[in-house]
């Protein structure tokens, strides 16, 4: 089972490129989500989608965008790269929402120059 | 909006020694989930409590959910070079619909 993929796992963007994360899931997961990982200050919740057809806003989801396609996949959109949205970005699922366990992509490593 | 914080943000020890990091919600929550991220991996999930007062352990680590179900504990007896990495908690926003993860508690183990 793959579990989460994220791709890419790596990527230069400079200031102002747009790029897409992509996240598929193969669990049959309801919920998924897009945080976003700094030194020193934790995972940060950008988006979430609690069910397919949904989503919403988490802490700090200025500058992206998403589309949860399907059940499986949910994408992250950056449509103007800043250099503060350098970070590591990681996808995660879960069967319902915060009652259980998330399960994590491998995440990827974005630099915008 | 719901804040998890833990302290400390950092904890150095020396190999065999005890380990402990502490999470506070400003809110009550349903369940607290802890995570284990290595260094340079994704986090992992370790364990999920749901009752008051709940106690749970795993081979040399405890996990505590506090009374008011506001605040948690993990704490790891003799720690070892495997147990490097950043331990997380975690726990649903309201409606239970998200996961608010806390700031962290980075482990480091001195040989």
């Known amino acids: 089972n793959a579990g989460v993929t994220q791709t890419p796992k790596f990527q230069v963007l400079k200031t102002g490129q747009s790029m897409t994360l992509q996240c598929a899931q193969d669990m049959n997961h309801n919920s998924m989500y897009w945080y976003r990982q700094d030194p020193g200050m934790g995972l940060r919740l950008i988006y979430y989608s609690a069910s397919e057809g949904t989503t919403d806003k988490g802490e700090v989801p200025n500058g992206y965008n998403v589309s949860r396609l399907n059940k499986r996949e949910f994408s992250l959109r950056l449509e103007s790269a800043a250099p503060s949205q350098t970070s590591v970005y990681f996808c995660?699922?879960?069967?319902?929402?915060?009652?259980?366990?998330?399960?994590f992509g491998q995440g990827t490593r974005l630099t915008v120059v | 909006g719901q804040q998890v914080m833990q302290i400390p943000q950092y904890q150095h020890v020396q190999e065999g020694e005890d380990f402990t990091t502490y999470c506070n919600s400003s809110?009550?929550?349903?369940?607290i989930q802890w995570y284990k991220q290595r260094p340079g991996g994704h986090p992992v999930f370790l364990i999920q409590l749901v009752k008051s007062g709940e106690v749970k352990k795993q081979k040399r680590l405890t996990f505590q959910f506090g009374e008011a179900k506001k605040n948690s504990s993990l704490h790891i007896t003799a720690t070892q070079t495997t147990d490097v990495g950043t331990y997380f908690c975690a726990g649903p926003g309201f409606g239970n619909e998200k996961l608010t993860f806390g700031t962290g508690t980075r482990l480091t183990i001195i040989p």
């Open positions: 809110t009550t929550l349903s369940n």
């Open positions: 995660a699922s879960s069967a319902l929402g915060g009652d259980t366990e998330a399960f």
